[in-house]
């Protein structure tokens, strides 16, 4: 029952935070050929997040700048290439709430990008808080509950295997 209380106090505190951060409609055109800069915020559980991997290779191919971020246990699961530049989170950056702590937060807020992309498939408030947070003009996510809050552009995608709704998802920028 505690966890109940926490999780819609949660969510009406990711939602209040949602409502002062405009997310603008926006032209895609040309998306990936006119953005450098990507933040790309990786899944929690560990076979989306092996599969995620192909996302980054992606990017790195178009030689675009990539910073992930992740749990801190799972920066070493990343190629080596990627670990130089990514961010990661631990047990005390995480609130009572199971949200971003105020100093990850406050950290988030100064972060400039020209896409932030959320690969986590599942409702996740931790990452929807940061996704609203960080500064960038085009933001990335799969479709799911409040969603619209979230992310100008949403992937629908009713795939279970996470190879395939991740080759999805580059399927559909790549239309951009």
Request: glycine share 2%; hydrophobic share 45%.
């Amino acid at each position: 029952m505690l966890d109940f209380i926490k999780l819609k106090i949660a969510d009406f505190i990711v939602n209040s935070k949602a409502s002062q951060y405009n997310i603008e409609s926006k032209s895609f055109n040309g998306l990936l050929r006119n953005s450098f800069r990507y933040l790309i915020l990786m899944p929690a559980n560990e076979v989306p997040f092996n599969k995620a991997i192909e996302v980054l290779k992606f990017f790195e191919g178009l030689n675009k700048e990539i910073i992930v971020f992740t749990q801190d246990f799972r920066i070493n699961l990343l190629p080596p290439k990627y670990r130089s530049e990514a961010l990661d989170f631990s047990l005390i950056d995480i609130n009572k709430l199971k949200l971003p702590s105020k100093r990850l937060e406050k950290e988030f807020r100064i972060l400039k990008f020209d896409v932030v992309i959320d690969l986590e498939k599942e409702e996740n408030l931790f990452n929807s808080l940061l996704v609203c947070i960080v500064n960038a003009p085009v933001k990335v996510g799969f479709r799911k509950k409040n969603s619209d809050k979230f992310y100008n552009l949403q992937i629908d995608n009713m795939e279970v295997n996470p190879e395939i709704f991740y080759k999805n998802l580059l399927n559909c920028l790549q239309m951009f």
